[in-house]
């Protein structure tokens, strides 16, 4: 079975290492994990991003499932491109599966970086904007996703220490779709 | 043809109003909106946000294209439940279009935002994660997944003044898609 790694962390000083320790983990589990970055493109070439969404689209296809890193990056919600991906994925039909290093609620995340305040029973930015408050940690159409196309959202039970190396949630995911794999055998 | 409405709009304090300008709109050019708030939820159930995913996705089933709202939102990328949402359509083969009132460059919008230095020939903001410098307003991902399953991302030659309520660059996508209708048709 091949997985799609999909993460902030091909933004990593430390990118290439994290993608073999993930691939690693997943092989130790008879599994297939598929990293972005040992997709090889030209970054020098005047379309290199072209060819970067060309070689990872090919990649998810090639995919049976996804386990995204929707650890919270520059801002109270995910990665965008991983984002993307995991909603890819799920409109392709594949497996979906995701974690994050950070369990805070997504209201108390909005809440540490400016002021939420309530307003006609509303709760709201300074711009005024709804603050999604069911209790999740990021938005609802990622954590919806997860429960019906693959697994619910992994977290730890309180905010790893190194949010960007620690692979135990990562590892819980390449759990779940073993046990996924065998359910289907069974 | 059925085109489902993504975006922030829905967090609006006037989100039910930009909704009937957006179907609106849709309706002049002889299109069908889908607005995610056209959907009834019973907001006091305990399952409210799951009701409010399977309505948004049984929606984007039934619509033929996309027309997503990724202006930047509390933070330097788009939405995160639209980035989904528009994930999902293209998995799903429908025709995707994507607009932005903030034509910024994501590089800058990190600038702004925190300090982005350079180490090793990256550009990095304070946590050593890479900032993604390609020249597009955000994600290579949602730029080129636009450029190949629909149209390229439209923005204003300049930030429109009230960011949330301009519908230029949505009408613009709308005009894009009855073009591509025609285009089918001929």
Redesign the interface.
């Known amino acids: 079975m091949k997985i799609y790694l999909a993460g902030?962390d091909?933004?990593?000083?430390d990118?290439i290492e994290i993608g073999r320790r993930k691939v690693e983990i997943c092989a130790r589990h008879g599994l297939t994990g598929l990293y972005p970055l040992d997709n090889v493109v030209d970054l020098s070439a005047s379309d290199?991003?072209?060819a970067?969404?060309?070689a990872?689209?090919a990649m998810m296809d090639a995919a049976d499932a996804i386990i995204a890193n929707l650890t919270p990056?520059?801002?109270?919600?995910?990665?965008?491109?991983t984002?993307?991906?995991?909603?890819?994925?799920?409109?392709?039909g594949k497996f979906c599966l995701a974690y994050s290093n950070d369990p805070t609620v997504y209201r108390d995340r909005?809440a540490r970086?400016c002021d939420v305040t309530t307003?006609?029973g509303?709760l709201?930015?300074p711009?005024?904007?709804?603050?999604?408050d069911?209790g999740?940690p990021?938005?609802?159409?990622?954590?919806?996703?997860l429960?019906?196309h693959g697994c619910p959202l992994v977290t730890p039970r309180q905010l790893s220490a190194d949010i960007?190396h620690d692979l135990t949630a990562f590892e819980a995911c390449v759990e779940l779709t073993v046990d996924h794999v065998k359910g289907k055998s069974s």
Chains 1, 2 share one sequence.
């Open positions: 902030p091909v933004f990593l000083p990118a290199a991003s072209l970067i969404f060309k990872n689209e990056f520059r801002g109270p919600s995910a990665d965008a491109g984002v993307y991906e995991l909603g890819y994925a799920a409109g392709r909005v970086m307003s006609d509303r709201i930015d711009e005024g904007l709804t603050v999604e069911f999740w990021d938005n609802l159409m990622m954590i919806h996703a429960d019906l960007w």
